[in-house]
Antibody, heavy 124, light 106 residues
Framework: QLQLQESGPGLVKPSETLSLTCTVS??????????WGWIRQPPGKGLEWIGT???????YYSPSLKSRVTISVDTSKNQFSLKLSSVTAADTAVYYC????????????????WGLGTPVTVSS | EIVLTQSPGTLSLSPGERATLSCRAS??????LAWYQQRPGQAPRLVIY???NRATGIPARIRGSGSGTDFILTISSLEPEDFAVYYC?????????FGQGTKLEL
């Protein structure tokens, strides 16, 4: 059974860089079939897609966050990571990692597997 | 960017009643639309994919329909575990986008 686990600091100071890692178990991040994505959810609000990476390193980013986001992949560790620079209080959220399909059909094309989420607070 | 608009924002119903949730896209997404259920404190769970297909383990009382720009999620007879927030999401175009959610409450 595929599992994803987010990890990283729960508190980040304003203007600093938020860094999170998603560790994948029960499957290979190097599969050509899947993308690996980050989604966030501010307190009491809806879901926002941040960006997605393919095992080759190809990335797709939300236009609203593109200038501050970097997503990278480490296939040797079966992990992918998120960096969000120049954070403000508006970046306070639960951050989820999830898998979705690249070469896919049906259910695998969507965010089928999610991590439990990790809360990040931006505060001095 | 494709904008997904969900309505209503909140739907207050009782167990046994029928729920109808709407998702409208700013341009056609064909049938590349999913619905997710999120209970408090939990990660979202995929319930419907490609507009009308139930994900594994989703009961038959939950049904999706629609294509193009207008989509409906119907729960025919509400069970206590159905009360949650529901989000639609499109994968037709990058950037992937979510609707703002509909809260289904008792």
């Amino acid at each position: 059974q595929l599992q994803l686990q987010e990890s990283g600091p729960g508190l980040v100071k304003p203007s600093e860089t938020l860094s999170l890692t998603c560790t994948v178990s029960g499957g290979s991040i190097s599969s050509s079939t899947y993308y690996w994505g980050w989604i966030r959810q501010p307190p009491g609000k809806g879901l926002e897609w941040i960006g997605t990476i393919y095992y080759s390193g190809t990335t797709y980013y939300s236009p609203s966050l593109k200038s501050r986001v970097t997503i990278s992949v480490d296939t040797s560790k079966n992990q992918f990571s998120l960096k969000l620079s120049s954070v403000t209080a508006a970046d306070t959220a639960v951050y989820y990692c999830a898998r979705h399909g690249a070469i896919c059909s049906g259910v695998t094309c969507y965010f089928e597997y999610w991590g439990l989420g990790t809360p990040v607070t931006v505060s001095s | 960017e494709i904008v997904l608009t969900q309505s209503p924002g909140t739907l207050s119903l009782s167990p046994g009643e029928r729920a109808t949730l709407s998702c409208r896209a700013s341009q056609s997404v064909s049938t590349y639309l999913a619905w997710y259920q999120q209970r408090p404190g939990q990660a979202p769970r995929l319930v419907i994919y490609d507009a009308s297909n139930r994900a594994t383990g989703i009961p038959a009382r939950i049904r999706g329909s629609g294509s193009g720009t207008d989509f409906i999620l119907t729960i025919s007879s509400l069970e206590p575990e159905d009360f949650a927030v529901y989000y639609c999401q499109q994968r037709s175009n990058w950037p992937y986008t979510f609707g703002q959610g509909t809260k289904l409450e008792l």
